[in-house]
T-cell receptor, first 113, second 116 residues
Framework: EAQVTQNPRYLITVTGKKLTVTCSQN?????MSWYRQDPGLGLRQIYY???????DKGDVPEGYKVSRKEKRNFPLILESPSPNQTSLYFC????????????FGEGSRLTVL | AQKVTQAQTEISVVEKEDVTLDCVYE???????LFWYKQPPSGELVFLIR??????QNEISGRYSWNFQKSTSSFNFTITASQVVDSAVYFC?????????????FGQGTILTVHP
């Protein structure tokens, strides 16, 4: 089954404690991306990657890092989480340059105390 | 920079009413893609439709229809004879074409509540 898998789905952490949200897709997609969803703001793009070792900033990259060492995985790293990073995070992948549909993971709800 | 605006933050209707969700976009690209996604209370994002900038045909899928008008930069979504199961947050999104295809911008979302 084609899917994008995120872990953890839920996490409560404290300010400053580094954490990583993993994202893996089994569709051999080149493009992957991270979004955060906040009430009234919709989904905002954090980072995206068009292929292995190619990453670029989205609209809200501050406080986040990503890496793309292999095609299937695109982890989101919060080196020093702060309360304003409390949010619902989605990872997504896209089949090709002109394939419109984004395949989304189920979301990871992160709370930073 | 590209932008997507969904002017309606919340809409409340009674079952069987028709409802239209508005979406207006801004982009400098001549090639771009527009989408609608549904987010039911369970939280997942469900793809509904994609429309290319060079294809202004409207589309109907069951009770759903989409009206794409480049002249007004709008991509509106209509649900005919709404049902309680249509209650969700609906997002309109824009993706650039060409070398900027990685940038995807979502609107703020419209919360639709359909009452029995």
């Amino acid at each position: 089954e084609a899917q994008v898998t995120q872990n953890p789905r839920y996490l409560i952490t404290v300010t400053g404690k580094k954490l990583t949200v993993t994202c893996s897709q089994n569709m051999n997609h080149e493009y992957m991306s991270w979004y955060r969803q906040d009430p009234g703001l919709g989904l905002r793009q954090i980072y995206y990657s068009m292929n292995v070792e190619v990453t670029d900033k989205g609209d809200v990259p501050e406080g986040y890092k990503v890496s793309r060492k292999e095609k299937r995985n695109f982890p989101l790293i919060l080196e020093s989480p702060s309360p304003n990073q409390t949010s619902l995070y989605f990872c997504a992948s896209l089949g090709g340059k002109n394939t419109g549909e984004l395949f989304f993971g189920e979301g990871s709800r992160l709370t930073v105390l | 920079a590209q932008k997507v605006t969904q002017a309606q933050t919340e809409i409340s209707v009674v079952e069987k009413e028709d409802v239209t969700l508005d979406c207006v976009y801004e982009t400098r690209d001549t090639t771009y893609y527009l989408f609608w996604y549904k987010q039911p209370p369970s939280g997942e994002l469900v793809f509904l439709i994609r429309r290319n900038s060079f294809d202004e045909q409207n589309e109907i899928s069951g009770r759903y229809s989409w009206n794409f008008q480049k002249s007004t930069s709008s991509f509106n979504f209509t649900i005919t004879a709404s049902q309680v199961v249509d209650s969700a947050v609906y997002f309109c999104a824009l993706r650039a074409g060409g070398t900027s295809y990685g940038k995807l911008t979502f609107g703020q979302g419209t919360i639709l509540t359909v009452h029995p």
